[in-house]
């Protein structure tokens, strides 16, 4: 049981550039999300989804597309990468909305 | 608006003594709380959890306090080690909000 797997765990883009970062769990959650962590600023919620087929934004969407094609999975895309999403992403799910379990996350540098 | 925030950014505690981090929100609809740890490098570890129909639930050396009529939730370390420094973080859910919300965080030093 791996629980949260992110990859990769460090990546450098230039801007511009667009990427995908992956998130996989073999939990069988329904809940999955995609935070980002800034210093200083916590973590905020970016998108998130219900189950395969559903997602939602949070409360910074903007620059990042996901899709959820199976319960297992949930990818973040960057379509044009910006200095501004420099940051640390964390994918998370969940059972039931409650308690969720972290990945370790990606490590992520725009220049 | 949905917010949840940290009283204080940092606490230096001695090791062995107890500690306490507190934490504001402002979501009166909420109903579910959790704490959790995060070391350096690491994502968030869960440390625990209580449901708005409870005030205080104990786990392994750590209490939460839950005091909904100031919308104040605490975290009790017993005994702190040097492997409890880290950041500490709450974070609050809705029924049917499918989403939680961060506090800023506080960082917990242990002192030798």
């Known amino acids: 049981n791996a629980g949260v797997t992110q990859t990769p765990k460090f990546q450098v883009l230039k801007t511009g550039q667009s990427m995908t970062l992956q998130c996989a769990q073999d939990m069988n959650h329904e809940y999955m999300s995609w935070y980002r962590q800034d210093p200083g600023m916590g973590l905020r919620l970016i998108h998130y989804s219900v189950g395969a087929g559903i997602t939602d934004q949070g409360e910074v969407p903007n620059g990042y597309n996901v899709s959820r094609s199976t319960t297992e999975d949930f990818p973040l895309r960057l379509l044009s990468a910006a200095p501004s999403q420099t940051s640390v992403y964390f994918c998370a799910s969940s059972y039931s909305g409650g308690a969720y379990t972290f990945g370790s996350g990606t490590r992520l540098t725009v220049v | 608006g949905e917010s949840v925030g940290l009283h204080l950014p940092t606490l230096s505690v001695q090791e062995g003594d107890n500690s306490i981090i507190n934490c504001a929100y402002s979501n009166s609809a909420s109903d579910y709380f959790i704490w959790y740890k995060q070391e350096s490098g690491k994502g968030p570890q869960f440390i625990i959890d209580i449901r708005s129909n409870m005030d205080k639930r104990q786990g392994q050396r750590v209490t939460v306090l839950l005091n909904k009529t100031v919308k104040h939730l605490s975290l009790q370390i017993a005994a702190t080690q040097p492997g409890d420094s880290a950041v500490y973080f709450c974070?609050?859910?809705?029924?049917?909000?499918?989403?939680?919300?961060f506090g800023q965080g506080t960082r917990l030093t242990i002192n030798p």
């Open positions: 974070a609050e859910n809705t029924e049917g909000a499918q989403k939680l919300v």
